[in-house]
């Protein structure tokens, strides 16, 4: 049985650093995601690292702020957001996938397994 249980939100100033976690369990994946969806919006990716290769995958609006890193002996997901801004506040959500998509990693369908989502709220 797959598990995806994040955790890590909360609420910070504008500028400040959140570090979220998801600890997945049952099975290894070829993609391990970072997605958010703020209110009225749609679910958009925000970063994706792949054991296939290596590769790690950033939205242009993640891209110098945020770093995602997976351990490997804890199958454990890790997505660390420095100097952040309202605009990120969303619900994040973990996600996995059985393959890797390179360049298509941020579209949400290509995903199996999702975990239940963690609020975090920029704001002064």
């Known amino acids: 049985q797959v598990q995806l249980v994040e955790s890590g939100g909360g609420v910070v100033q504008p500028g400040g650093s959140l570090r979220l976690s998801c600890a997945v369990s049952?099975?290894?994946?070829?993609?391990y995601a970072w997605f958010r969806q703020a209110p009225g919006k749609e679910r958009e990716g925000v970063s994706c690292?792949?054991?296939?290769?290596?590769?790690?995958y950033y939205a242009d609006s993640a891209k110098g702020r945020f770093t995602i890193s997976r351990d490997n002996a804890t199958n454990t997901v890790t997505l660390q957001m420095n100097s952040l801004k309202p605009e990120d506040t969303a619900v994040y959500y973990c996600?996995?996938?059985?393959?890797?998509?390179?360049?298509?990693?941020?579209?949400?369908?290509?995903?199996?397994?999702w975990g239940q989502g963690t609020q975090v709220t920029v704001a002064s």
């Open positions: 690292i792949s054991t296939y290769d290596g590769r790690t």
């Open positions: 049952g099975f290894t994946f070829l993609s």
């Open positions: 996600a996995t996938a059985w393959n890797s998509y390179g360049s298509h990693w941020s579209s949400a369908p290509l995903y199996n397994y």
